[in-house]
């Protein structure tokens, strides 16, 4: 930190944001104005570091219009943290979701991703897949000189942000005159790696450079990351509602319901009957499956930004950018675990209050070793252009474009142009045993007829595999006109500016999704254990696996797992697995065997806004009013393809297969028009307290996925899991009524204590209902005549009616095909009933909340704290005991974050903290039941640090931990006891060098 000089004045807290920001942010487009009608007389003190980062963010939150808050670079090149999501977890009310031990996407007042608006340089950006939402990860901080987090809504920014909107800030060369340079080199350590290099190089750089007389500007950015990581997981797929309970005796089962005086469990549960009212039911849930994991990834990221301005005269500037992120992810994986499919296969069990299974003894199905690959790249480039024309002393004019295209492809893998997984092991086992009764994460144990409770490498057979390519692509091409005008109306002296513009924006996502089936004749029927030679296969022990819970490492029940490589396995069964040997099961990597469709969405919105600003006093006290109004029309189109189902087949014991027969060509419009107010009062009540008020209208649009036309069903639509969904595209966005009360006292330069309080009414709420429908032609196996002919075989003779044991009797009585599957019989089976799930706007939802911070700088002792907690409510939560789709929002929860930080000429140190209550992450599991069960995130707080040391004022040493606390995290479904998901990540360290010219 340089030298200081602190003037408590309006003026001097006018210049430090002015000068410190330096950088053309849409809401202070009037800033080189200002900077050219400064005192020259005035001594200007810049400050840097930490200190002057968060002096610079209280400025902006201040002196903003509505409910604003912004994070600063500490200087050129330097961001509070390197990841961006990380950094803006920061601010009051946001809080993030991570993926890999890192912060991905974030949630502000319990909004989820989808609900968030992300611009970058006031232009909106493309989403990162199919979705609306914004991987930050994929961006690099060391570009960036502001995060602007907007949450009361704003006629003049685009609209999507319902929750807020995130405006990327980059540096301008003619911002900074002069030459600006700075060099970042890192060496970072991530403690989880196992199979990667165990220290990876970052890098990054900034130009900046002004010529002619400071007319022309240039700046260049550019970075590199590798990480290299592991990530030690246990999941379970889904939870099953109801599954079928036998006749058991009283000691192999209990069951901690409370019951009604009959002795039947109470009906405290709520489900849908088939006019879709719900009705009370009791109910039970058993776990689908439980699979550990060990994922090694390798993640590369290169940034680069390039701009050029040109000042043409006093009046004309030119601006022309171009952004790059170039994103490519591999991962290797080996699972292990068991799969539950549900018939008569549960022997004993222990229910809880809830009807959860702690612990259940089960019969057939299978234990498995999975090995997964794949290479994912993500690249977005965007190019702007910019004029900004002052006509007048009173007249400004802004023209923006840029086309923004982002594309996603988990098929670049050279070898197998797909993701790939192969599924090797048996069905040779008496029983599987799942235990949830003590510890962290659930046990599993299996009894194989070998009479032991581990399987040898001679006895581990083929099951399947499968390949699946998705890539998806989205475009923006958005072009904005803004006028400013600065009146001078006798009628309305207190009119300072006008502003008014009109915007088109057409944004373009396509989809393709192909999936080669299951291969390879899966179910262990027939048997091919010939294929894989003995030492094709390594035993490892469990002992570093998942060691941070409570039952994982060497505890674990079962505490060993075999591992393979995974394009031995593919080579051995694609030339062994041919059609001569198993039919149409032959085993091919093509990912679009089976399936191969493309779904778009294209939505076009034209916009228009105007825009004024009031300022006047009232007995001396500064009053300020914003207010405008936003219209807006949308047009959407949806032309895409479904797989045409020809009919179901039972493949194997605990494997169903939907096959397809054609594409249908489908097309789908819909459309809306928004009339969108907005008011923002801003009152200082004294110098250093300031009180607002805003109300406006702000709206998300629906989710992309909801608006695909068509019909898709599952192609794997097992037991309990008939599933499909349909689109809509006249989906209306949800339209939020937004109210804020604010008081903020600002007691001194960069400290200030401010509690806020907001509601929002939205309405055109979208749920994802279900209906139950039969479709003409597809026959189900299930529960026919034939199923319950081989049933009553099997229990005439004393055995037990698995999935598997029927399956075999359907076989051996002949109902098998060419290919040992069994087919539907239209004479005699009966149809199919799907759960089909759709889209619609039904009534308004109700949240508020209480937004409380405090940031205080130790005036020159060089120490600093900041604390924030937000508190949210509403009608949105999520029942448990609702067995249906609900109105409930996915991210709602309270947050926190504390930052303490010391700073003199040499060190600075800063300690972080943040912290997430628990929060419904969605609703459906990837292989839970179709009543829709939910996710949950449990509570999460994680402790990072940097500490920084000036060499001299040119060279900076630093030293970074992440995740100092190593902190897990856990999912679960209705439930805690309903596990669906631990994972564990391990602390990261940089050390690194950075040079400033």
Do not use: C
């Amino acid at each position: 930190m340089k030298n200081m000089t602190f003037q408590k004045t309006k003026l001097a807290t006018t210049m430090s944001l002015l000068l410190g920001l330096s950088v053309a942010m849409p809401t202070m487009a009037q800033e080189d104005d200002a900077d050219a009608n400064l005192d020259p007389n005035v001594e200007v003190i810049t400050v840097k570091g930490i200190r002057g980062s968060l002096v610079k963010s209280s400025d902006i939150k201040r002196s903003n219009q509505g409910v604003v808050d912004a994070i600063v670079a500490e200087e050129m090149g330097k961001f509070p943290d390197t990841n961006l999501a990380e950094s803006l977890q920061r601010i009051t009310g946001v809080s993030v979701s991570r993926a890999n031990g890192e912060g991905s996407q974030i949630t502000v007042r319990g909004f989820g991703p989808d609900f968030n608006l992300v611009t970058l340089n006031g232009r909106q950006m493309p989403s990162t897949g199919f979705s609306r939402s914004f991987n930050f990860e994929n961006f690099a901080s060391e570009g960036v000189s502001a995060l602007e987090v907007y949450k009361t809504a704003r006629a003049d920014i685009p609209t999507g942000g319902l929750g807020a909107t995130v405006n990327i800030v980059t540096a301008r060369p003619l911002a900074q005159p002069g030459q600006q340079i700075s060099l970042t080199a890192k060496a970072n350590y991530d403690t989880s790696n196992v199979e990667g290099e165990d220290v990876t190089p970052e890098i990054a750089a900034l130009v900046s450079k002004t010529f002619l007389d400071d007319r022309l500007g240039v700046a260049l950015t550019g970075s590199f990351q590798r990480r290299d990581f592991q990530k030690q997981q246990a999941n379970i797929q889904g939870w099953q509602a109801n599954v079928a309970l036998p006749d058991l005796d009283a000691s192999q089962f209990t069951d901690a319901r409370a019951v009604d005086e009959s002795g039947a469990p109470i009906q405290n549960f709520f489900a849908p009957n088939a006019d879709g009212v719900l009705e009370a039911t009791s109910a039970h849930f058993f776990p689908k499956d439980l699979n550990y994991g060990i994922e090694n990834v390798q993640r590369e990221r290169t940034n680069a930004q390039a701009t050029i301005q040109f000042a043409a005269t006093d009046n004309l500037t030119l601006t022309a950018d171009y952004t790059m992120s170039n994103v490519v992810a591999g991962s290797n994986s080996i699972g292990w675990g068991i799969w539950n499919n549900f018939g008569g296969n549960v022997n004993s069990y222990q229910l809880d209050e809830n009807g959860t299974a702690l612990f259940a003894n089960i019969s057939g199905d299978d234990g498995s070793f999975t090995a997964s690959r794949s290479t994912t790249e993500f690249d977005m480039e965007s190019f702007g252009f910019n004029v900004d024309f002052q006509a007048r002393d009173d007249l400004k004019i802004t023209l923006d474009y840029h086309d923004s295209n982002s594309t996603i492809d988990n098929g670049i893998d050279p070898g197998l142009r797909s993701a790939g997984q192969v599924i090797l092991g048996s069905a040779a086992l008496d029983y599987k045993e799942y235990s949830y009764l003590e510890g962290d994460i659930p046990q599993f144990v299996i009894g194989w007829n070998n009479g032991t409770n581990q399987l040898t490498a001679n006895e581990i057979d083929s099951n399947f595999s499968q390949f699946i390519h998705s890539p998806g692509e989205s475009d923006i091409q958005q072009v904005q006109l803004d006028v400013e005008y600065l009146p001078e109306f006798d009628f309305a002296e207190s009119l300072v500016k006008l502003s008014a513009g009109v915007s088109n924006t057409q944004q373009t996502l396509i989809g393709t999704s192909g999936w080669s089936g299951l291969r390879g004749g899966p179910g262990f029927n027939p048997s091919f254990p010939q294929i894989f030679p003995d030492n094709m296969f390594t035993l490892n022990g469990t002992g570093s696996f998942l060691d941070q819970f409570a039952g994982g490492g060497s505890a674990l029940s079962t505490d060993y797992y075999w591992t393979y490589d995974f394009d031995e396995a593919v080579a051995r069964q694609a030339a062994y697995l041919t059609a001569d040997v198993v039919g149409s099961n032959e085993y091919v990597v093509d990912p679009y065997y089976t399936t191969n469709t493309t779904s778009s969405v294209e939505e076009t919105t034209t916009a228009f806004y105007i825009n004024s600003l009031w300022e006047f006093d009232v007995k001396d006290v500064f009053v300020q009013i914003n207010a405008g109004i936003r219209y807006e029309e949308t047009d959407v189109i949806s032309p895409s393809q479904s797989n045409i189902a020809e009919q179901v087949n039972w493949v194997a014991s605990s494997e169903w297969i939907t096959s397809f027969s054609g594409i249908q060509e489908v097309s789908n419009e819909g459309g809306y028009d928004l009339l969108l107010p907005m008011v923002d009062i801003r009152v200082d009540l004294t110098d250093d307290l300031v009180s607002r008020v805003s109300f406006g209208k702000s709206v998300t649009r629906a989710p992309l996925g909801n608006l695909l036309g068509g019909l898709s069903l599952s192609g794997s639509p097992k037991i309990g899991s008939r599933t499909g969904s349909r689109g809509n595209t006249n989906l209306k966005p949800y339209q939020s009524t937004n109210f804020d009360i604010s008081l903020e006292y600002y007691y001194d330069e960069g400290s200030y204590a401010s509690v806020g309080l907001f509601w929002k009414q939205v309405d055109d709420w979208i749920e994802t209902s279900t209906v139950d429908v039969e479709i003409d032609g597809l026959y189900d196996v299930y529960l026919g005549p034939r199923w319950n002919e081989a049933v009553a075989n099997i229990t005439n003779r004393g055995d037990q009616a698995t999935d598997t044991a029927i399956f075999d009797e359907m076989l051996a009585l002949g109902y098998g095909n060419a290919d040992g599957q069994i087919e539907p019989d239209p004479a005699t089976d009966s149809l199919i009933t799907w759960r089909l799930s759709s889209p619609e706007n039904v009534e308004e939802r109700k949240t508020n909340g209480i937004e409380l911070a405090v940031q205080h700088l130790f005036q020159d002792t060089g120490f600093g704290i900041a604390a924030n907690a937000t508190f949210v409510d509403g009608d949105v939560d999520y029942n448990p005991y609702v067995l249906a789709a609900q109105k409930a929002l996915s991210g709602l929860s309270d947050s926190a974050n504390f930052q303490a930080f010391y700073e003199d000429e040499k060190l600075s140190v800063r300690l972080t903290y943040a912290w997430r209550d628990s929060y419904l992450i969605g609703q459906g599991q990837g292989q839970g039941t179709s009543d829709v069960p939910p996710q949950f995130a449990k509570e999460y707080g994680q402790w990072d640090m940097s500490v920084n040391y000036d060499i001299d004022e040119n060279f900076t040493v630093f030293v970074e931990g992440i995740n100092l606390n190593n902190e897990t995290e856990q999912h679960y479904g209705r439930f805690e006891e309903q596990f669906l998901f631990a994972g564990q990540y391990g602390p990261r360290y940089s050390v690194g060098v950075r040079v400033s010219m």
